[in-house]
């Protein structure tokens, strides 16, 4: 069984840089599939953020790709997130989650961790 | 990028009843459209991918149905553990994307 697991502060201040990290069991990264975050903001809907595949190849919404970084470490068997210059709008629930093909980031999400509340505030 | 309206935007229905959401495209996306169903505090789960295609485990009274533009979320028989929010991603274009949501409350 596939299970993922978001981790990193619940509190980021305006300005800095949001960091999280997810942890796969159950499936090795290197095996293959693509691996996204998705974020949701409190009471509002989903937004795609971007994905990775093992080699690191990596794909970003272009909203957010001037201030976005994913890697992943295929030793530890974990992705991560990084978000710059974060603002209040960027409070929200940061999901990671495996893409269900292997051979396209373009795909549906079949793996979700459970999430993980970001708050902006100084 | 590809517009999505998802409506409606909340359906008060009562358990028994056959209740459909409908997820329109800017454009055509083939199939290449899958459906979540998100419950309070909880992550999304996967229920159909390609437009029609069941995920594993997912209930039969679950069913998607449209290719093109216009696709549909049905359920058959409303059960209690079905009072949720419902999302519909389209993967055909990049960026993909998520409709903005149907919330399914008890009447």
């Known amino acids: 069984q596939v299970q993922l697991q978001e981790s990193g502060p619940g509190l980021v201040k305006p300005s800095e840089t949001l960091s999280l990290t997810c942890a796969v069991s159950?499936?090795?990264?290197?095996?293959?599939?693509?691996w996204g975050w998705i974020r949701q903001p409190p009471g509002k809907g989903l937004e795609w953020i971007g994905s990775?595949?093992?080699?690191?190849?990596?794909y970003y919404n272009p909203s957010l790709k001037s201030r976005v970084t994913i890697s992943v470490d295929t030793s530890k068997n974990q992705f991560s997130l990084k978000l710059s210059s974060v603002t209040a709008a960027d409070t929200a629930v940061y999901y990671c989650?495996?893409?269900?093909?292997?051979?396209?980031?373009?795909?549906?999400?079949?793996?979700w961790g459970q999430g993980t509340l970001v708050t902006v505030s100084s | 990028a590809i517009w999505m309206t998802q409506s409606p935007s909340l359906l008060s229905a009562s358990t028994g009843d056959r209740v459909t959401i409908s997820c329109r495209m800017s454009q055509g996306i083939s199939s290449y459209l899958a459906w979540y169903q998100q419950k309070p505090g909880k992550a999304p789960e996967l229920l159909i991918y390609?437009?029609?295609t069941l995920q594993s485990g997912v209930p039969s009274r679950f069913s998607g149905s449209g290719s093109g533009t216009d696709f549909t979320l049905t359920i058959s028989c409303l059960q209690s553990e079905d009072f949720a929010t419902y999302y519909c991603?389209?993967?055909?274009?990049?960026?993909?994307?998520f409709g903005q949501g149907t919330k399914v409350e008890i009447k």
């Open positions: 390609a437009a029609s």
């Open positions: 990775i595949y093992h080699s690191g190849s990596t």
């Open positions: 991603q389209q993967y055909y274009s990049f960026p993909q994307t």
């Open positions: 989650a495996r893409t269900g093909g292997t051979s396209h980031f373009l795909y549906y999400f079949d793996y």
């Open positions: 159950g499936y090795s990264i290197s095996s293959g599939y693509y």
